[in-house]
């Protein structure tokens, strides 16, 4: 160590990937946003053969939404059209007075009749405009609620299956991240594009009567206005197109670095000034691409205003013109000045929100493909209502494929399993148990082959009442953020005796009792006085889940795999306990095979068929898959014989 001299600086650990940040693979497009690029390619012809169909669907869903808002929101609407007209005829009349000739005392009393009357049109033209707006404002959230709503409803009732196909799990993220708030957005955009028409023909209509020239001189004054319209609107879509891929990853970094999920694994890997260093990569290529759009905007919007005036010089030269050689009296050139320019916002809102419910409309026609999609994938209705009871389920041949797969999960699979049974499904992984387990459960219809409760086809009855008499322990249980209570009655009524027993059979009591708020504790930690529980308690409370149902068939899917050796000990007693108390059926899945020896009988699956079956003794004495899977198991106990021998 040197005494007196001059320390070197320390040089600072610079921790991997600190200064590059993580350099994330490139993002595809999120699929919710897969039209982001369409609205800025469509003319305005493509734009225009669309809209009525969107406008008329919108409508439609408003209607359902709520008949008076709608009818409220599209007669007030016509009604401020009307106001705008009346508002430019008094227009004209005020300027006739005031311009004509004689003293101004005289012409401006002359006036005063035309300046109530255009005063009033404006008055009444301000309360309609408002009330519509009310009316609208009224609407949109109606309309956003029956759109979801009915997204929900049918998500809720698709068969089980639909889930594992891409296809339908695809269509339903993108209707629900995108297609149901653009249902509110096109219906409003709808009534904008309304308000716009309607100004636009008060307009063309009041030009009309003044003068017949004036509306090509309309027409004239517009389209440099349309054209600065339609270029804004795509300069916008360009600017949100450009920001697509930053803010994409901006908003997976931004979930990582503040979901609870990953917290613990950003402390224990050290990740926290990587991510921190993409994001400010990402944020600085953010900001750039907002400079860049900002100058084209710039660019543009001077182009349109540049046209737009030159425009207006053209009609004043043409408006002069037509003064000079006494075509036309000086009011109607002033009454033709103002309705112009009424026209041109007219044009310009017009145009702005037909641009705009197209590319909302892409979205929402996502939305009502998916609606469609998802009815067609409803249960068929129930030919009868579902058995309450059964003395024997038999599987006939049942074999099933997953959507979108060649090889099928289960092959001609049959078994019989009688109440008070215990039946044990046993294999390797990626054998079939858990679908063999969800075809029992009524939450797969076989594509083939039969499951049946006494001889009744439960492809034919009614599903949803067949579930209330079946439990399942599932191997990959929710997390319920609801209270401990709610976890294990769900949607069956409560009964607190029913509640104990059940927790008392599942080893769940001594969960609860350690809570603050007992079965009232709100088991999610996101939320005030919520708690979070370890993997092991959370599977004692979906035992208890299984166990409360009292259903005379209990499926359970490997229950024991985050339970420690006592309570998974337990466990098992109980369910065979449960099985001769209360004389149902139960179907276990385990990879835990000292537990499935006491099983009344054992189906072995491999490559989804049942290879073999029998007792525990009769599959040890057949020397088959069972016994070689039950022996390596066992073996793992015995303690090798190197390792007892003492020196
Ligand atoms: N949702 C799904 N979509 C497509 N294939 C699936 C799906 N679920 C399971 N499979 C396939 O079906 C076959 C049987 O799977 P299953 O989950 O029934 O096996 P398992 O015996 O329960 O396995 P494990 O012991 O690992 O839980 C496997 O080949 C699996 O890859």
Known sequence: MRIGGKQKPKRRMEEPGAATGLVLPPLAEFKWQRHAGAATRAGWAGVGRRLPSLVARAFRLAWRADRLDTVVCLVLNVAAGIATATALVATAGVLERLLAAGPTPERVWAALPALAWLAGAALLRGVLSAGAGWAQARLEPKVARVAEIELLELTTRVELRAFDDEGFHDGLHRAYMRGVDEAQRVMSLSVDMLTGLISLAAACGVLGVLHPVLIPLLILAVLPEAWAASAAARIRYVWLLALITGDRRKRMLDWIMTDRSTSAEIRSYTMRRPLL??????????????????????????????????AIVGVFTALGALLATGAMELAVAGAAVVAIRTGQNAISNLLASANRTYESGLYFDDYLSFLDRARARLPAPAAAPAPADFTEITVDRATFCYPGQDTAALTEVSLRIRKGQVIALVGENGSGKTTLSKLLAGLYTPTSGTVCWDGTDLAEVDTEGLRHHIGVIAQEHSHWPLTARRNVTMSSPDDPTRLEGAARVADAHAVVDNLDHGWDTLLDKRYEGGVDLSGGQW????????????????????????????AEHKLFTAIHDHARATGSAVVLITHRLASVAMADHIHVLDAGRIIEHGTHDQLMAAQGLYAELYTIQASAYQRPEAETVHD
């Open 539 to 566: 599977q004692r409370l979906a035992a208890a889940r299984g166990f409360y149902r009292d259903a005379p068939l209990l499926i359970c899917d490997e229950p024991t795999a985050a339970l420690d050796a006592r």
């Open 277 to 310: 260093a993409e994001y400010a990569h990402l944020s600085a290529h953010i900001v750039d691409t907002q400079m860049g759009v900002a100058r084209k905007q710039a660019w543009v919007r001077l182009g349109g205003d540049a046209a737009a005036g030159a």
